[in-house]
Protein backbone atom coordinates (compact mmCIF):
# COMPACT_ATOMS: atom_id res chain seq x y z
CA UNK A 1 0.00 0.00 0.00
CA UNK A 2 1.24 3.31 -1.05
CA UNK A 3 0.64 6.22 1.07
CA UNK A 4 -0.16 9.88 -1.10
CA UNK A 5 2.31 12.46 0.77
CA UNK A 6 1.25 16.38 0.12
CA UNK A 7 3.57 19.30 0.30
CA UNK A 8 3.26 21.84 2.70
CA UNK A 9 4.27 24.12 0.24
CA UNK A 10 1.93 23.09 -2.29
CA UNK A 11 -1.52 23.48 -0.83
CA UNK A 12 -4.18 21.58 -1.81
CA UNK A 13 -6.67 23.94 -3.84
CA UNK A 14 -10.67 23.11 -3.87
CA UNK A 15 -11.99 22.56 -7.50
CA UNK A 16 -15.23 24.96 -8.37
CA UNK A 17 -18.32 22.70 -8.67
CA UNK A 18 -20.50 24.34 -10.29
CA UNK A 19 -20.85 24.99 -14.18
CA UNK A 20 -19.71 28.14 -15.82
CA UNK A 21 -22.31 30.99 -16.29
CA UNK A 22 -22.49 30.19 -20.14
CA UNK A 23 -23.06 26.78 -19.95
CA UNK A 24 -25.31 27.28 -16.62
CA UNK A 25 -27.51 29.50 -19.34
CA UNK A 26 -27.48 26.51 -21.46
CA UNK A 27 -28.47 24.26 -19.06
CA UNK A 28 -31.67 26.52 -18.25
CA UNK A 29 -32.75 26.69 -21.83
CA UNK A 30 -32.75 23.25 -22.09
CA UNK A 31 -34.31 22.32 -18.74
CA UNK A 32 -37.01 25.10 -20.01
CA UNK A 33 -37.77 23.06 -23.03
CA UNK A 34 -37.09 19.74 -22.06
CA UNK A 35 -40.98 19.60 -20.01
CA UNK A 36 -43.71 19.27 -22.44
CA UNK A 37 -45.17 22.49 -20.83
CA UNK A 38 -42.21 24.65 -21.95
CA UNK A 39 -42.58 22.82 -25.46
CA UNK A 40 -45.97 24.19 -25.89
CA UNK A 41 -45.41 27.06 -24.65
CA UNK A 42 -42.47 27.76 -27.27
CA UNK A 43 -44.33 26.33 -30.19
CA UNK A 44 -47.89 28.80 -29.65
CA UNK A 45 -45.35 31.54 -29.44
CA UNK A 46 -43.61 30.76 -32.66
CA UNK A 47 -46.98 29.62 -34.55
CA UNK A 48 -49.11 32.57 -32.72
CA UNK A 49 -47.58 35.74 -35.06
CA UNK A 50 -47.86 33.46 -38.31
CA UNK A 51 -51.48 32.03 -37.74
CA UNK A 52 -53.07 35.55 -36.92
CA UNK A 53 -51.44 37.04 -39.97
CA UNK A 54 -52.66 34.91 -42.27
CA UNK A 55 -56.07 35.59 -40.68
CA UNK A 56 -55.73 39.10 -40.41
CA UNK A 57 -54.52 39.48 -44.30
CA UNK A 58 -57.16 36.96 -45.59
CA UNK A 59 -60.09 38.34 -43.80
CA UNK A 60 -59.13 41.92 -44.97
CA UNK A 61 -60.51 43.54 -48.04
CA UNK A 62 -58.29 46.42 -48.84
CA UNK A 63 -54.86 45.83 -49.40
CA UNK A 64 -51.78 46.90 -46.56
CA UNK A 65 -50.05 49.79 -47.45
CA UNK A 66 -47.27 49.07 -44.98
CA UNK A 67 -46.15 45.79 -42.89
CA UNK A 68 -44.70 47.64 -40.01
CA UNK A 69 -48.05 47.80 -38.09
CA UNK A 70 -49.57 43.82 -38.98
CA UNK A 71 -45.71 42.88 -37.80
CA UNK A 72 -45.91 44.55 -34.33
CA UNK A 73 -49.78 43.44 -33.97
CA UNK A 74 -49.38 39.83 -34.81
CA UNK A 75 -45.81 39.52 -32.95
CA UNK A 76 -46.90 40.70 -29.70
CA UNK A 77 -48.90 37.77 -29.49
CA UNK A 78 -46.16 35.40 -29.73
CA UNK A 79 -44.75 37.94 -27.15
CA UNK A 80 -47.60 37.89 -24.70
CA UNK A 81 -47.13 34.22 -25.01
CA UNK A 82 -43.40 34.51 -23.85
CA UNK A 83 -44.56 35.69 -20.73
CA UNK A 84 -45.61 32.05 -19.71
CA UNK A 85 -42.28 30.72 -20.54
CA UNK A 86 -40.73 33.80 -17.99
CA UNK A 87 -43.22 32.34 -15.74
CA UNK A 88 -42.58 28.44 -15.84
CA UNK A 89 -38.45 28.88 -15.72
CA UNK A 90 -39.00 30.33 -12.25
CA UNK A 91 -42.59 29.45 -10.71
CA UNK A 92 -42.02 25.89 -11.57
CA UNK A 93 -39.30 25.15 -9.55
CA UNK A 94 -40.97 26.25 -6.65
CA UNK A 95 -44.56 24.85 -7.82
CA UNK A 96 -42.70 21.42 -9.02
CA UNK A 97 -40.27 21.09 -6.14
CA UNK A 98 -37.42 21.14 -8.33
CA UNK A 99 -36.00 24.64 -6.81
CA UNK A 100 -34.63 21.96 -4.16
CA UNK A 101 -32.21 20.56 -7.01
CA UNK A 102 -31.54 23.48 -8.52
CA UNK A 103 -29.92 25.51 -5.30
CA UNK A 104 -28.74 22.66 -4.04
CA UNK A 105 -26.59 22.51 -7.16
CA UNK A 106 -25.91 26.25 -6.90
CA UNK A 107 -26.78 27.46 -3.93
CA UNK A 108 -26.16 31.24 -4.83
CA UNK A 109 -29.66 32.01 -5.71
CA UNK A 110 -28.42 35.36 -7.09
CA UNK A 111 -26.91 33.41 -9.67
CA UNK A 112 -29.23 31.52 -10.00
CA UNK A 113 -32.09 34.34 -10.79
CA UNK A 114 -28.97 36.07 -13.36
CA UNK A 115 -29.16 32.78 -15.45
CA UNK A 116 -32.40 31.88 -16.08
CA UNK A 117 -32.97 35.70 -16.43
CA UNK A 118 -30.22 35.45 -19.41
CA UNK A 119 -31.98 31.98 -20.72
CA UNK A 120 -35.57 33.22 -20.76
CA UNK A 121 -33.97 37.00 -22.88
CA UNK A 122 -32.33 34.27 -25.11
CA UNK A 123 -35.29 32.31 -25.57
CA UNK A 124 -37.79 34.97 -25.51
CA UNK A 125 -35.46 37.04 -28.51
CA UNK A 126 -35.23 34.23 -30.68
CA UNK A 127 -38.84 33.00 -30.93
CA UNK A 128 -39.78 36.24 -31.27
CA UNK A 129 -37.84 36.88 -34.49
CA UNK A 130 -38.56 33.08 -35.59
CA UNK A 131 -42.26 34.05 -34.99
CA UNK A 132 -42.15 37.86 -37.11
CA UNK A 133 -39.91 35.60 -39.91
CA UNK A 134 -42.65 33.35 -40.49
CA UNK A 135 -45.43 35.88 -39.93
CA UNK A 136 -43.33 38.43 -42.51
CA UNK A 137 -43.75 35.79 -44.55
CA UNK A 138 -47.11 34.96 -44.78
CA UNK A 139 -47.32 38.63 -45.39
CA UNK A 140 -45.00 39.18 -48.25
CA UNK A 141 -47.20 35.43 -49.42
CA UNK A 142 -50.53 37.43 -49.00
CA UNK A 143 -49.92 41.23 -49.90
CA UNK A 144 -46.97 40.96 -52.22
CA UNK A 145 -48.04 45.15 -52.91
CA UNK A 146 -47.52 46.24 -49.34
CA UNK A 147 -44.32 48.81 -48.55
CA UNK A 148 -41.51 46.67 -46.67
CA UNK A 149 -40.13 50.26 -45.34
CA UNK A 150 -39.40 50.03 -41.38
CA UNK A 151 -40.18 45.97 -41.88
CA UNK A 152 -36.94 45.02 -40.51
CA UNK A 153 -37.17 47.78 -37.62
CA UNK A 154 -40.71 45.79 -36.44
CA UNK A 155 -39.22 42.50 -36.52
CA UNK A 156 -36.18 44.10 -34.14
CA UNK A 157 -39.03 45.34 -31.83
CA UNK A 158 -40.60 41.75 -31.94
CA UNK A 159 -37.57 40.49 -30.76
CA UNK A 160 -36.75 42.94 -27.40
CA UNK A 161 -40.53 42.51 -26.65
CA UNK A 162 -40.15 38.77 -26.81
CA UNK A 163 -37.17 39.49 -24.95
CA UNK A 164 -38.70 41.62 -21.99
CA UNK A 165 -41.58 39.59 -21.88
CA UNK A 166 -40.10 36.72 -20.92
CA UNK A 167 -38.28 38.46 -18.55
CA UNK A 168 -41.05 40.05 -16.68
CA UNK A 169 -42.80 36.63 -16.53
CA UNK A 170 -39.77 35.17 -15.18
CA UNK A 171 -39.49 38.30 -12.17
CA UNK A 172 -43.48 37.86 -11.66
CA UNK A 173 -42.99 33.85 -11.50
CA UNK A 174 -39.90 34.60 -8.98
CA UNK A 175 -41.77 36.81 -7.24
CA UNK A 176 -45.21 34.92 -6.51
CA UNK A 177 -43.25 31.17 -6.57
CA UNK A 178 -46.56 29.70 -8.06
CA UNK A 179 -47.27 29.25 -11.47
CA UNK A 180 -50.85 29.26 -11.50
CA UNK A 181 -50.79 32.33 -9.08
CA UNK A 182 -48.26 33.85 -11.57
CA UNK A 183 -49.95 33.17 -14.35
CA UNK A 184 -53.38 34.06 -13.40
CA UNK A 185 -51.99 37.62 -11.74
CA UNK A 186 -49.59 38.85 -14.48
CA UNK A 187 -52.44 38.14 -17.65
CA UNK A 188 -55.24 40.14 -15.29
CA UNK A 189 -53.10 42.52 -15.57
CA UNK A 190 -52.10 42.74 -19.16
CA UNK A 191 -55.22 41.35 -21.06
CA UNK A 192 -57.72 42.49 -18.47
CA UNK A 193 -56.58 45.88 -16.45
CA UNK A 194 -54.56 47.63 -18.92
CA UNK A 195 -56.97 47.44 -21.83
CA UNK A 196 -59.91 48.86 -19.74
CA UNK A 197 -57.07 51.61 -18.22
CA UNK A 198 -56.96 52.25 -22.20
CA UNK A 199 -60.36 53.01 -22.54
CA UNK A 200 -60.72 54.78 -19.28
CA UNK A 201 -58.03 56.91 -18.57
CA UNK A 202 -56.21 56.74 -22.42
CA UNK A 203 -53.60 59.40 -21.72
CA UNK A 204 -52.27 57.14 -18.50
CA UNK A 205 -52.07 54.13 -19.91
CA UNK A 206 -50.23 55.10 -22.75
CA UNK A 207 -47.62 55.96 -20.12
CA UNK A 208 -47.49 52.39 -18.64
CA UNK A 209 -48.15 49.89 -21.69
CA UNK A 210 -45.75 47.88 -22.47
CA UNK A 211 -47.78 46.83 -25.68
CA UNK A 212 -48.05 50.56 -26.85
CA UNK A 213 -44.42 50.90 -25.85
CA UNK A 214 -43.93 48.53 -28.01
CA UNK A 215 -45.74 49.71 -31.09
CA UNK A 216 -44.23 53.28 -30.64
CA UNK A 217 -40.67 52.18 -30.87
CA UNK A 218 -41.37 50.09 -33.99
CA UNK A 219 -43.01 53.31 -35.15
CA UNK A 220 -40.00 55.57 -34.10
CA UNK A 221 -42.08 58.06 -32.00
CA UNK A 222 -41.70 58.69 -28.25
CA UNK A 223 -38.56 56.12 -28.21
CA UNK A 224 -37.01 57.37 -24.83
CA UNK A 225 -40.94 56.85 -22.85
CA UNK A 226 -41.45 53.76 -24.62
CA UNK A 227 -37.73 52.79 -23.32
CA UNK A 228 -38.68 53.64 -20.15
CA UNK A 229 -42.05 51.93 -19.93
CA UNK A 230 -40.11 48.55 -20.80
CA UNK A 231 -37.31 49.05 -18.61
CA UNK A 232 -39.70 50.13 -16.00
CA UNK A 233 -41.61 46.89 -15.92
CA UNK A 234 -38.81 44.42 -16.59
CA UNK A 235 -36.68 46.63 -13.78
CA UNK A 236 -39.76 46.05 -10.79
CA UNK A 237 -40.69 42.64 -12.03
CA UNK A 238 -36.82 41.84 -11.45
CA UNK A 239 -36.12 43.32 -8.22
CA UNK A 240 -39.52 41.61 -7.02
CA UNK A 241 -38.52 38.05 -8.46
CA UNK A 242 -34.67 38.54 -6.60
CA UNK A 243 -36.44 40.35 -3.38
CA UNK A 244 -38.84 37.48 -2.42
CA UNK A 245 -36.54 34.32 -3.85
CA UNK A 246 -33.98 35.44 -1.53
CA UNK A 247 -36.77 35.44 1.66
CA UNK A 248 -38.63 32.51 0.32
CA UNK A 249 -37.42 29.18 2.37
CA UNK A 250 -36.98 25.94 0.88
CA UNK A 251 -38.93 23.09 1.25
Known sequence: MTTAIVSPSRPVVARRTSPSVPRQVGLEIRKSLSTRSGLAVAGAAVLFAPAAMAIAAGASSEPLSTVTGPIVV?????????????????????????????????????????????????????????????????????EPGASWNGGGRAVLMIA????????????????????????????????????????????????????????????????????????????????AGAVMTRRRAVQ
Open 74 to 142: TGMLSALALISLGVLATAGEWTHGTVQTTYLLEPRRSRVLATKAAAVAVMGSVFAVVAAGLASGVLALL
Open 160 to 239: VAGAAFALIGAGVGAAVGNTAGALTGIYLLDLGVLPILQVVKPAFADKVDPGNAVLSLAQGTHQALSITILVAWVGVATV
